[in-house]
């Protein structure tokens, strides 16, 4: 695919579909656009990328968009231009730009120069897409989202290096007391909903076969959860068994149809 760069204003020029660049200023951010007349909106976040294996850009899942009716975005993670080593960056930015809350505006804008109602957009992402699509979705109200086996607390990541790289890129010299002072909504899941007063509806999907998130990511954002009356548009939390699975994502098959019972057939 050939690279299209346009402004974050030019959403006329989004009218095929292919690779796309919008540059922010502090960052850009690529993503892929798959068109469509039907005003709803599925987007996708990336978790871990082997960059021995693919080029980056890489834009994970686009093939699902062919069983999905609506516009299709699959996002590049630009946390990834920050340093040539990191292969998971969770959007996290820098300790000064806060890319989430720059595409979570840029994103809404999007659906409602197209005519979608927030409410008709749905965020995925598995593992570190799961934890970018729940922030996003908190930061879009109304919007919805499927994260499965997603991260919650990016300071408990179970791959110190990994999550070394990103930090030592962007957040160079931040403690990890500090972070949790100061950027805790930018880790936390929990945090973020208490930051935001505000809960997203959707589905979380975990596999009884990956115990580490369940007891590091699931069950403090739950326990965070606990008596909060924070909005109730419904976060559910199912559990799925799944050994050949461990963390990674069901199969495609599995993961259409609890997308269109969230967004609608």
């Known amino acids: ?3 299209i760069q346009i402004a974050p204003a030019d959403y006329h020029l989004l009218t095929e579909a292919g690779w796309y660049a919008v540059d922010f200023g502090k960052f850009e951010l690529n993503f892929y656009f798959r068109p469509s007349a039907a005003r709803k909106a599925y987007v996708i976040s ?5 960059r021995a294996d693919q080029p980056h850009p890489y834009f994970q899942r686009i093939r699902m968009f062919s069983e999905l009716d609506g516009i299709g975005i699959s ?24 890319y989430t809350k720059t595409i979570a505006a840029y994103l809404e804008k999007l659906f409602a120069h197209f005519g979608i109602a927030n409410h ?21 109200r109304g919007a919805k989202v499927l994260a499965m086996n997603p991260q919650t607390e990016l300071l ?10 990103v930090l030592e890129a962007g957040w160079l ?21 208490d930051s935001e007063q505000y809960i997203p509806h959707g589905i979380i999907m975990v596999n009884t076969y990956d115990p580490w998130h369940i007891e590091h ?5 739950i326990k965070g959860m606990v008596n909060k009356d924070i909005g109730k548009p419904g976060l559910q939390v199912r559990f799925f068994s799944s ?14 149809p609890v997308m269109l019972e969230l967004n609608g057939a």
């Open 173 to 193: 010299g931040v403690s990890n007391m500090s972070i949790q002072r100061d950027h805790a909504h930018r880790f936390s899941i929990a945090a973020l909903f």
């Open 75 to 98: 996002m590049a993670d630009p946390s990834l231009d920050l340093a040539d080593d990191i292969q998971i960056g969770w959007f996290l930015g820098s300790r000064w730009v806060d």
């Open 156 to 165: 408990r990541f179970h791959d110190v290096r990994e999550l070394s790289r």
């Open 243 to 256: 050994e050949a699975a461990g963390h990674n994502p069901l199969p495609v098959n599995h993961i259409i």
């Open 217 to 221: 990511h699931i069950a403090p954002m």
């Open 46 to 50: 990336p978790g871990f990328f082997k």
């Open 1 to 3: 695919m050939e690279k």
């Open 120 to 140: 008709d957009a749905l965020f995925f992402g598995s593992s570190g897409g799961g934890f970018v699509s729940l922030v996003l979705a908190t930061h879009i």
